[in-house]
Nanobody, 122 residues
C-alpha cells in the first residue's frame, strides 16, 4: 500500500520559514507539492522529475525564489523549504506522487498525502 506522509507544517509569522517533509513508502520518479487554501482550488506549488541524468524541478511563479524543493532518494523523502512566507501562502500543503501527465496538473498524480497545514500570520 502506497503511503505519503507530510509533516512540518505549523504557524509562522510573515517572513518566516518552514520546511515540509513528505515521506513515501516507495521511490517515485515524479513527485509534486500542491496546496489548497480555504474556498480555493488545489494549486500547483512545485514538482520534480527524476531521470537517468538528474532531477528536474519546476516551481509555480508565486513561489519561485522563495521555495526550494529537494529529494533524498535514499530516504524516499521529499522536502519543501519555504522562506519569506506570506499570508497568501496559508493553505493545506499536499505531496503527490506517480504522475501521468502535466507536472502542474493535480489530476496527473495518482497518490496523495493527507496534507499539512501551514498558517502564515501577519
Amino acid at each position: 500500500q502506497v503511503q505519503l506522509v507530510e509533516s512540518g507544517g505549523g504557524l509562522v509569522q510573515v517572513g518566516g520559514s518552514l520546511r515540509l517533509s513528505c515521506a513515501a513508502s516507495g521511490r517515485f520518479n515524479d513527485m509534486g507539492w500542491f496546496r489548497q487554501a480555504p474556498g480555493k482550488e488545489r494549486e500547483f506549488v512545485a514538482a520534480s522529475t527524476s531521470t537517468w541524468n538528474g532531477i528536474s524541478i519546476y516551481y509555480a511563479d508565486s513561489v519561485k525564489g522563495r521555495f526550494t524543493m529537494s529529494r533524498d532518494n535514499a530516504k524516499n523523502t521529499m522536502y519543501l523549504q519555504m522562506t519569506s512566507l506570506k499570508p497568501e501562502d496559508t493553505a493545506v500543503y499536499y505531496c503527490a506522487a506517480s504522475r501521468s501527465g502535466s507536472a502542474r496538473d493535480s489530476g496527473s498524480y495518482r497518490y496523495w498525502g493527507q496534507g499539512t497545514q501551514v498558517t502564515v500570520s501577519s
